[in-house]
């Protein structure tokens, strides 16, 4: 069974940190690139990072860019997002998503997502 889960959400208060994982199992998570998407209450998706397959490239939207580090081990088919000097700008349900790497073919994954709230 594919599957994306994602953890670490949570309240934390603002200038805080959280680590998220997304965990893979029931593909090749190592031909995949992955990406971190967020989705606030009435507002659009948004995209906030992506990596490469191989972790050779990492790409951040600009209001995360400095604060947030985007990693993967494929020996544990984990990715991370790793969020500090949160805002309460910050507070959606962040998503993962995997596609296969260019060259690859294959289908696209979502997570079910995880409430992360920066709040005082």
């Known amino acids: 069974q594919v599957q994306l889960v994602e953890s670490g959400g949570g309240l934390v208060q603002p200038g805080g940190s959280l680590r998220l994982s997304c965990a893979a199992s029931?593909?090749?998570?190592?031909?995949?690139?992955m990406r971190w998407y967020r989705q606030a209450p009435g507002k659009e998706r948004e995209l906030v990072a992506d990596i490469t397959s191989t972790s050779s490239s990492t790409n951040y939207a600009d209001s995360v860019k400095g604060r947030f580090t985007i990693s993967r081990d494929n020996a544990k088919n984990t990715g991370y997002l790793q969020m500090n000097s949160l805002k309460p700008e910050d507070t959606a349900v962040y998503l993962c998503?995997?596609?296969?790497?260019?060259?690859?073919?294959?289908?696209?994954?979502w997570g079910q997502g995880t409430q992360v709230t920066v709040s005082s």
């Open positions: 029931g593909f090749t998570f190592s031909i995949y690139d």
């Open positions: 998503y995997a596609r296969p790497t260019r060259g690859t073919l294959g289908q696209t994954y």
